[in-house]
């Protein structure tokens, strides 16, 4: 139903903010949050799906994340993403038979050169999948490549938290067979993906430019092996998780084992953007490229898994033609001209801008679209879980006041980022810093007479522990303590509509199927407007 509010309307992604009874572990619930206790029982209060199929992954086995998440709630669609494009081209043989992968392998047949691999290596089907790499080796090696080289980015944030020694071993095994028949196929260097390579949203710099060093030049601390640097660098640094440790190389008598020389080519097998256009930039730019010193730049051939950006556009290469997320909502309200606000900390700045645009970082109209970044501490986010709430929060509230705008939206990192570190009693500190800074931002919607959609793109905080599958109860570690949970989760994520003036008519449909793509429907009805056909249904009886 067609109905226009009188105020301006705000969505609030809680990032990582998902729904579950069990109070075991679970940060939302064990939060003193009177607020979003109070809401969930007295407004019109839903859940919704927020992962597998219902925003375009794989199969219903696969967790959300932001990137799908994003992409849903701002286009308003379902579309196949990327860990569902990059299996289908590697089955049906597409990657392989495109013009892309044809010249990564002729230029190192041609130069008797080497083919470089980075990316994070793990199951998790977020950024990547070790089974998209495994097909490309074993490709690589039937097509004649008698040299390759992977550069290892240890995970342990979108699988178990200490779970890199499964992966490492899976890797070796493959190449070692690889090896055999004359092949040289090894890890050549690697790293905790929260401390080289993998920074996202120009948070960090340095971290790009540490990974370069190692995966380039072969600079960084050596090691005879990726499972050796494992369990050294372990052994140093008591209890840390896969995702924070620091950057190795492998070398034997001669040297580091892989750094890149003029004439090899380079793939990213990630697939994801966030964190690998940084890289990306590193590798395609010329002499305008100033974020670090990248000392002598081997020529290589460098190719992403996808497209990363569809306006940069990057990178200039890439296997897989990334999901075409059209008829977004941005480009449903810029001819309408309404004004839009757009604000969140860097570590999910692109969040609200570039994935809800569908991967497109620059703006559909400038006139309308405000965007806004409180810049983000550069911290492990359990040493400071209010993160940047606060200040936000104030920004917001100043663009409310100052009636400029009729569409705003905004995304609190809090849940997500604290929840990935494994540590409950932050993340219960999260999401009571969060409620306060709710209560300050509803009283603001509430005077300018607004009305707020509060949800979230996928689950984190809601379990902290990891549950043993067969039992439900949390698994334990060597030493008998609970083993904390880094990852995101299957369960949904709460739909809440703050309508303090009673100005929206009509309750929430009742159905199971729907899921966070059904929100942007929801959005353009309140302000006025009839969604369009293609759109997942409003939830708006
Ligand atoms: C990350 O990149 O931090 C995680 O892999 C996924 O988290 P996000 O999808 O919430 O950004
Ligand atoms: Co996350």
Not at 118 to 137: E, K, P, T, W, Y
Not at 365 to 373: I, L, N, Q, W
Not at 448 to 454: E, F, S, T, W
């Amino acid at each position: 139903m067609k109905q226009q509010i009188p105020g301006p309307l705000v969505t609030i992604v809680l990032d990582g903010v998902g729904e579950i009874d069990r109070t075991e572990g679970n940060a939302v619930k064990l939060a003193h949050a009177p607020l979003y206790n109070h809401l969930r029982a007295s407004s019109r209060f839903t859940t919704l799906l927020a992962h597998g199929k219902a925003v375009g992954l794989p199969s219903d086995a696969d967790m959300g994340n932001s990137e799908v998440g994003h992409n849903a709630l701002g286009s308003g669609q379902i579309y196949d993403q990327g860990a569902k494009l990059v299996n289908d081209a590697i089955e049906s043989g597409a990657m392989f038979a495109g013009s892309v992968w044809r010249q990564l392998v002729d230029r190192v047949l041609r130069n008797d050169a080497t083919l470089h691999f980075f990316g994070l290596l793990s199951d998790g089907n977020v950024h990547s999948h070790i089974d998209h790499l495994i097909a490309m080796l074993r490709r690589a090696a039937s097509e004649g490549v008698t040299k390759a080289r992977v550069h290892a980015l240890l995970d342990g944030r979108d699988v178990g938290g200490t779970t890199a020694q499964i992966y490492l071993k899976q890797m070796e095994e493959v190449l070692a067979v690889l090896s055999e028949q004359g092949r040289d196929f090894r890890i050549a260097s690697g790293g905790g993906r929260m401390t080289i390579t993998m920074d996202r949203y120009e948070a960090d710099w340095a971290m790009v430019e540490r990974g370069w060093n190692h995966h380039v030049h072969g600079k960084g601390r050596t090691f005879p092996s990726a499972l050796e640097a494992l369990e050294t660098l372990r052994e140093e640094t008591p209890g840390i998780i896969d995702q924070n440790l620091p950057g190795f190389v492998i070398a034997d008598e001669q040297g580091p084992v892989g750094p890149m020389r003029d004439g090899d080519c380079v793939i990213c097998f990630n697939f994801r953007g966030d964190r690998a256009i940084e890289m990306s930039r590193a590798f395609d730019e010329g002499d305008s490229f100033t974020y670090f010193d990248r000392g002598t730049k081997p020529d290589v051939l460098y190719a992403g898994m996808m497209q990363y950006d569809g306006d940069l556009p990057s990178p200039d290469h890439y296997l897989v033609g990334p999901p075409n997320i059209t008829d977004t909502l941005t480009e449903f309200l810029v001819p309408e001209k309404v004004q839009m606000f757009a604000i969140s900390e860097t570590q999910k700045y692109g969040h609200v801008t570039y994935f809800w645009n569908g991967n497109r970082s620059g703006k559909v109209d400038e006139r309308y679209e405000t965007y806004m970044e409180i810049p983000s501490d550069r911290v492990s986010f359990d040493q400071r879980p209010w993160m940047k709430a606060a200040e936000i929060t104030d920004a917001l509230i100043s663009a409310l006041a100052s009636g400029t705008y009729r569409y705003l939206r905004v995304n609190y990192a809090n849940g997500d980022m604290v929840g990935h570190t494994g540590n409950l009693d932050a993340a219960i500190t999260a999401m009571a810093c969060l409620d306060i800074q709710l209560q300050r931002l509803l009283a603001a919607i509430k005077k300018a007479n607004g009305v707020a959609l509060i949800t979230a793109d996928h689950g984190n905080c809601d379990e902290m522990f990891e549950l043993d599958k067969k039992t439900g109860q949390p698994k334990r570690e060597t030493d008998g303590s609970i083993k904390p949970k880094t990852s995101h989760t299957l369960n949904r994520v709460p739909f809440i509509v703050y309508d303090p003036h009673g100005h929206v008519k009509g309750g929430l449909k009742d159905d199971p199927s729907f899921g966070i793509a059904n929100i942007a429907a929801t959005t353009v009805e309140l302000l006025g407007f009839e969604a369009p056909k293609r759109w997942c249904p409003s939830l708006l009886v």
